[in-house]
């Protein structure tokens, strides 16, 4: 039997369309710059495609059907397929930044990057940089202490990266057995002086604070903003015990 979804099939679809009376999808912009934590949208469809973003840091999350479901990511060109007839979206404050949305039912649209070689069309691809500390892939940090990794970089044709935050107790866990990220970002040398600087500790922005207690190891991939380079600071804030930490960012390029 044809499936009256086969675009082969657009007289069957057509008539099924004009039937329902209501339009396939709908198109929204959605304003970044408003925060929001689980906020109902009467989205209906069974797909959801953000079509574009004020840059590659507009980034929201949304949650299929119940506000309990687990989050999945809406950035610039995120496409997702369920069926739903709500959705809870949550975002951070983010100035003059918006996603534009399209969702609906019952529609095909796709938008195709030129083959490499084949036109010129731009081609994205991942980019894993190694969080070193004295040049070692990870370092035991004592209790109530801190460390500092060495700098990072990122590529100049980086478009949007994500890091993952790993942290491993070395004796059995107990409370307060944490550790605090934080991410010390440079965007070069903002007084001329002559050299880059880079975040203060007071002023640095957190990344999350991974509890080995409740794991071990505990993981956590969060956004990363993209300027020139970093550093990462991790702070034990465990009362007795060592625990290892180690952190890698994954950027996708563009070339």
Same mark, same amino acid.
């Given at each position: 039997?044809?499936?009256?979804?086969?675009?082969?099939?657009? $007289? #069957?679809?057509?008539?099924?369309?004009? !039937?329902?009376?209501?339009?396939?999808?709908?198109?929204? /912009? &959605?304003? +970044? =710059?408003?925060?929001?934590?689980?906020?109902?949208?009467?989205?209906?469809?069974?797909?959801?495609?953000?079509?574009?973003?004020?840059?590659?840091?507009?980034?929201?999350?949304?949650?299929?059907?119940?506000? $309990? #479901?687990?989050?999945?990511?809406?950035? !610039?060109?995120?496409?997702?397929?369920?069926?739903?007839? /709500? &959705?809870? +979206? =949550?975002?951070?404050?983010?100035?003059?930044?918006?996603?534009?949305?399209?969702?609906?039912?019952?529609?095909?649209?796709?938008?195709?990057?030129?083959?490499?070689?084949?036109?010129?069309?731009?081609?994205?691809?991942?980019?894993?940089?190694?969080?070193?500390?004295?040049?070692?892939?990870?370092?035991?940090?004592?209790?109530?202490?801190?460390?500092?990794?060495?700098?990072?970089?990122?590529?100049?044709?980086?478009?949007?990266?994500?890091?993952?935050?790993?942290?491993?107790?070395?004796?059995?866990?107990?409370?307060?057995?944490?550790?605090?990220?934080?991410?010390?970002?440079?965007?070069?040398?903002?007084?001329?002086?002559?050299?880059?600087?880079?975040?203060?500790?007071?002023?640095?922005?957190?990344?999350?604070?991974?509890?080995?207690?409740?794991?071990?190891?505990?993981?956590?991939?969060?956004?990363?903003?993209?300027?020139?380079?970093?550093?990462?600071?991790?702070?034990?804030?465990?009362?007795?015990?060592?625990?290892?930490?180690?952190?890698?960012?994954?950027?996708?390029?563009?070339?």
């Amino acid at each position: 039997m044809n499936s009256d979804r086969d675009i082969s099939q657009w $007289d #069957a679809r057509l008539k099924e369309q004009l !039937e329902r009376s209501f339009h396939n999808y709908h198109k929204q /912009r &959605v304003d +970044l =710059s408003v925060a929001r934590d689980k906020k109902k949208f009467n989205w209906t469809g069974e797909i959801i495609i953000v079509e574009k973003a004020s840059s590659s840091e507009a980034i929201a999350t949304v949650r299929i059907l119940f506000d $309990d #479901a687990e989050t999945l990511t809406l950035e !610039e060109n995120v496409e997702i397929r369920s069926i739903f007839n /709500r &959705v809870y +979206l =949550s975002n951070a404050v983010q100035a003059d930044e918006w996603l534009d949305v399209i969702y609906g039912i019952n529609f095909e649209y796709q938008k195709k990057l030129a083959e490499a070689g084949a036109g010129g069309g731009p081609t994205l691809a991942n980019n894993e940089i190694q969080i070193e500390w004295t040049g070692a892939a990870s370092v035991s940090v004592g209790p109530g202490a801190n460390v500092t990794s060495d700098v990072f970089t990122f590529s100049t044709n980086g478009s949007f990266a994500h890091i993952q935050l790993k942290a491993e107790n070395e004796g059995v866990p107990a409370p307060g057995d944490t550790v605090d990220y934080l991410l010390l970002l440079t965007g070069g040398d903002p007084d001329g002086a002559g050299a880059d600087e880079y975040d203060k500790f007071g002023h640095a922005l957190p990344l999350g604070t991974l509890d080995t207690n409740v794991e071990n190891a505990a993981l956590r991939t969060v956004n990363c903003p993209m300027v020139k380079g970093g550093k990462l600071y991790a702070v034990n804030n465990s009362a007795g015990r060592d625990i290892i930490v180690s952190a890698c960012i994954l950027e996708k390029t563009v070339s």
